[in-house]
């Protein structure tokens, strides 16, 4: 079977008090430890904590739950920073996978050791994605008796009720 391709291009920074401001768009988010320079006006993005999906990116990140968690993965000193991606409903479980098997965020637990699509290629269009491989190709990998990749979300929403 032919490699899926996906094209991404990602725009932000958003930092936690104003993200906010992010598109109500179907897309991935990548989560970043990172410190704000307000004399230049950038962000030294230092480490890649997490990366999700969502049907509108701006409503996940003002409802997500993890954020006190993402907040302990960051070093002293460091702040939350988001960046979007659009990608079309289709493809944003499949972009979610590929990235994180990919780059395995310490703060993601689903699709870190599995890769349960066909053979996926992601080439990332901007550079508003520091610390993410510009192009890679990610192969199936499941782990024998693994759920299928809806399954392992909703025992991961299960899991987190308990």
């Not at 988010?29 to 307000?38: A, K, Q, S």
């Not at 960051?74 to 972009?95: N, W």
């Not at 979610?96 to 993601?108: D, G, S």
């Not at 269009?125 to 809806?150: Q, Y």
Request: proline letters at 6%; one cysteine or more.
């Amino acid at each position: 079977m032919a490699d899926h391709k996906i094209s991404l291009d990602f725009r932000g920074y958003w930092n936690e008090y104003n993200k906010g401001n992010m598109p109500e768009l179907s897309g991935i988010y990548c989560v970043y430890g990172g410190i704000e320079d307000p004399q230049k006006k950038s962000v030294d993005i230092k480490e890649l904590i997490y990366v999700g999906e969502s049907d509108n990116v701006n409503r996940r990140l003002a409802q997500h739950d993890a954020i006190p968690y993402w907040r302990s993965c960051i070093k002293k000193g460091r702040g939350l920073y988001f960046s979007f991606g659009p990608v079309a409903a289709a493809e944003r479980e499949r972009c979610e996978a590929a990235l994180i098997f990919q780059h395995k965020p310490p703060a993601n637990i689903i699709y870190v050791d599995t890769f349960p699509f066909e053979s996926t290629t992601i080439s990332l269009a901007s550079k508003r994605a520091p610390l993410l491989e510009r192009n890679f190709t990610v192969h199936r990998m499941v782990v024998p008796g693994e759920a299928s990749p809806g399954l392992m979300r909703r025992g991961w929403q299960l899991m987190r009720s308990f």
